[in-house]
């Protein structure tokens, strides 16, 4: 699948990597079928049945963060696929750099098929989390690596809220830098964000700027997003 995703993504007339697709397809299947899920399809049924988000959208989304949060109890297992995804591990020095190059590749993968990566990007924000953490259960829960406690799941639905964002900062004169995650955000500067954008401060912004009295932090500059 990893040799062969992306290919027929780019190409829809590759047969060769088509075929390869519905030959991986039927593989992991019959994987899964033997060996249960775990918490990637366990917090996708209740994004999808609350939100909407297909449920192939919501696991492709959720599936790094679950790695990332099973990473110290199979480092083992995730070298192995790194392996095998002929991402040259043996350079890697550790099984848990090697394990690591796993959970980027798949990030990877996301990015190239043009997936969502993040919650936002499918209207998911940080207040909905407890619902979706309540609302999850099952077998697939139950059969993860490691422990999912509703603490877990938060965690791992935390992570996922992360992106790419301006931030607005209205201590100390305005300031404006990257942050990469949502979750840093303060529950003020979220809501200012907000009425910076939806009530015309754009004005004060704007003379701040004008008068040197904007401090940059970080390479550059991109709309607010909230």
Not at 100 to 113: C, F, H, T
């Amino acid at each position: 699948i990893s040799h062969n995703l992306a290919l027929a993504f780019a190409d829809g007339g590759h047969v060769e990597a088509r075929e390869n697709m519905a030959l991986g397809s039927l593989m992991a299947a019959m994987a899964f079928a033997n060996s249960s899920l775990g918490a990637v399809h366990g917090l996708a049924h209740p994004i999808g049945g609350l939100f909407g988000v297909p449920h192939g959208v919501a696991c492709a989304l959720l599936l790094p963060h679950v790695m990332e949060y099973n990473l110290s109890v199979k480092a083992a297992r995730y070298a192995q696929i790194a392996e095998s995804m002929g991402l040259g591990t043996s350079e890697a020095g550790s099984e848990d750099a090697a394990a690591r190059m796993a959970v980027e590749a798949v990030r990877e993968l996301l990015s190239q098929l043009q997936l969502p990566q993040y919650l936002r990007d499918v209207g998911i924000f940080q207040y909905d989390i407890i619902t979706i953490s309540g609302a999850a259960g099952g077998s697939s829960l139950n059969n993860n690596p490691r422990p999912t406690t509703p603490g877990a799941l938060q965690e791992i639905l935390s992570a996922a809220l992360c992106t790419n964002l301006l931030v607005l900062r209205f201590s100390d004169g305005f300031q404006y830098a990257r942050a990469n995650c949502f979750s840093e955000l303060s529950d003020t500067e979220i809501l200012l964000m907000g009425l910076c954008k939806h009530f015309c401060c754009w004005m004060d912004f704007f003379a701040a700027l004008m008068m040197d009295q904007l401090t940059p932090i970080g390479a550059d500059f991109t709309s607010v997003t909230t």
